[in-house]
């Protein structure tokens, strides 16, 4: 039965585990709980709960190296552009007549430029070659570049009020010349099958962390999933590097997408032994899971002799967990040799 | 509590928010490396996926740049912080309609080659269970258990940092404590019963 007092004892016993003052009543309900059996009870069980709540100890939410060096990276780029970029502002002076000659003439100029290259077409019309770009042929297309333009030589268009960031300003020289310099951001959208070559780099890349988080590199590895999931063939680039996720790699949901994607891929001897090596070592239940039902994929396409022993061992592995050597078994009965 | 609220002090918290209103990075810098992991850890107790948890606090360290001149000194500089943390963790949620689930998975191994396996994998396995029961807590009452039980924060700060009143934070840490209580007395739920 509930005491009367055990609202004011739980809000004396919870200001006791968080360090709050326990106001006036303080010594008179620290008798009462002295002589109340029920009150002393549930004390005990709230304070039982406050000592349960420690054994999360955050231990797997500290910052990685990596992540930190990604976002003080970001934090100085952020403060540097919050504290250099100035709004453009046109002069009062121009007046809207003169900004339409300036348009009249900028079209006339660029008008004459195109007849003189012999290129009047425009696209959708009969005569348009649309510029090289990434997607013909074998165009290197460099992602990171650096240029200097000379101002008394050049126009700048800013008509699409691009994001200038990282802005620095250098002083005037001896010429009176002053210089800004910023970054620009530019989209790329690379479209292409997973195996073709430069779509194949791009998600390496990613999935070695060049998108700068976790999500990024899970996505990557959703895409390589899904490319593989109809026994699509993939890079010999994006084989080695999800063997060496699958091998290294801190998060187990990302160890995870990379059985996933192991699993998928039509079986060859490198792709068996990284999910041999993940079933024997993984720590993740999850991730070993995965790797059986990939290693049944490969006893049966490479008669593999190996995976078999493998998935054996595991089915009677009295230290396994129980769904995965489940799952083993399972996997050893419907192979077909 | 966790190591956060030790050396240097809220008034090293103050000198690098104020680097950071005078445009200098070492003042972020130092604001990350002394909050960094904290806030790391409430974003992951409230969300439930470390890789969530590491770009939502990203996002807060870069909302704090922008906010710096907003700092108005009523609260401290970390019941500030955990103030943009919460909102920020809340329109996350809110965002992706989901409570936050803790998969199997979500809980990656903490780092620590001194310890045998099988001691790391008991840890890991009682970690997994508080975090799961966390996860059962409405976001409300998780916030204010989270701040009160790892952070530290008294009733007053925690109120500050929630925009709530020290009656609501006191209603919701019974709340969560009851609930919580319940969910322990239940016993270990089954490995994967949380997970895909």
Redesign the interface.
Known sequence: MECRESLKV??FV?ARL???PAGDEAAARAAHLAACGACASMAA??E???A??A?????????TSS??A???A???A???R??NVRPFRPRASESPLLKVAAVLAAGVAGFLVARASGSGAVPGSPGYQPTPGPFRGADSVSLVSSRTLDASRSALDLSGSPRLANVAYAPADAAGRVAVSFDVTTRYTVVGRPEDQALANLLVSLMSGAGG???AK?KALDVVSEGTRGGGSVSPEIVTLLRRTLETD????V??KAAEALAQMPPTPETRDALAAALKND?????RILAVEGLAKAATVLKDASSIETLRQKASDDHE?G?VRSQAALALSKIEI | M?AERTSPGPEADLEALEL?RA???A???RL?QRW??PL??FT??MLGD??????V??DV??KV??RASQYDGRASVASWLFAIAANACRDRLRRSARRPSV??????????PDLP?DL??V??Q??E???RA?SRLSDEQREV?VL???H?L??AEIARALSISEGAV?TR??RA?ET??SL?SEGETP??AA??
């Not at chain 2, 998969?103 to 620590?112: F, N, Q, R, S, W």
């Open positions: 739980r809000e919870l968080t360090g709050e069980e709230m039982s709960v406050w349960r709540l054994e999360d100890d955050g231990g797997d939410l500290a910052a992540w930190a990604r976002t003080t970001a934090l100085a952020e403060i540097r919050a504290h988080s976790e999500g899970g801190r998060n187990p949901g160890r995870k720590p993740n239940p999850a991730v967990n769904y | 966790e950071v445009g200098d990075p003042g972020a810098t990350f960094s992991t790391l850890r992951g107790r470390p890789a969530e948890a590491e770009e606090t990203q360290f870069l740049i922008a998969p199997l998975d979500a809980v990656a191994e903490a780092p620590g396996v790391r994998l840890e890991r009682k970690r269970a508080v975090r966390l258990l009160a039980r790892y530290g008294p009733y006191k840490m019974f404590v919580l209580k322990f490995w994967n997970s895909r």
